[in-house]
């Protein structure tokens, strides 16, 4: 292998040599001495400037780019790790606590109370800064029902605003609104 690229080398080699001497060296014996030194300065930095600005320059930028990239990396690890120990370090605040105990037991109470199965919406509500609530929508439900669950809320320690109420046909109402303690 290493004799096939020492052929190959030495192919090039002779065809460059050829193509100066039959049609480079003439045309450049025929240029002025200062022509000649012009020539033989741009044979030596065009090549130079190519592999500067082609290559070097561009693999430099490349460089201090991803070398930026890893240092703001670096940072949002160590951000990334500062949080996780802080996390890691304080137990579950009271108040994901509730907001979990307060979906399951208004769930439980209105299953106890049956309009569990009218419930077309019983979802956490995000209030910035103040309790965690609930927001219910209870559709079709028998009125006595309904009462039932309010006052269950009531003696439970719930509080309901916004509270909706509309006629659903004989018997039966419509509610919305949002349970909170």
């Known amino acids: 292998m290493n004799l096939s690229l020492q052929n ?12 100066w001497t039959e049609k480079l060296a003439p045309r450049y014996d025929t240029l002025q001495e200062s022509e000649q030194r012009t020539v033989k300065i741009a044979a030596i930095t065009l090549p130079l400037v190519l592999v500067i600005f082609g290559i070097v320059l561009p693999i430099l930028d490349t460089n201090k780019a991803l070398q930026h990239d890893v240092a703001q990396l670096a940072t949002q690890v160590a951000e990334a790790n500062q949080l ?13 606590v509730s907001s979990n105990n307060i979906l399951s037991s208004v769930d439980k109470l209105a299953r106890q109370a049956g309009v569990r199965s009218y419930m077309t919406r019983l979802r956490p509500q995000q209030i910035m800064g103040a309790e965690q609530r609930l927001q219910t929508q209870i559709k079709s439900v028998p009125y006595q029902k309904l ?20 006629a659903a046909g004989t018997g039966l109402v419509h509610m919305q609104a949002s349970i909170g303690r």
């Open 84 to 96: 996780a120990n802080i996390l890691a370090s304080k137990p579950a605040t009271q108040k994901n």
């Open 8 to 19: 190959q080398w030495d192919n090039i080699r002779l065809k460059l040599e050829l193509l």
């Open 147 to 166: 009462t039932d669950f309010i006052l269950t809320l009531e003696k439970n320690g719930y509080n309901i605003s916004k509270l909706k109420i509309q």
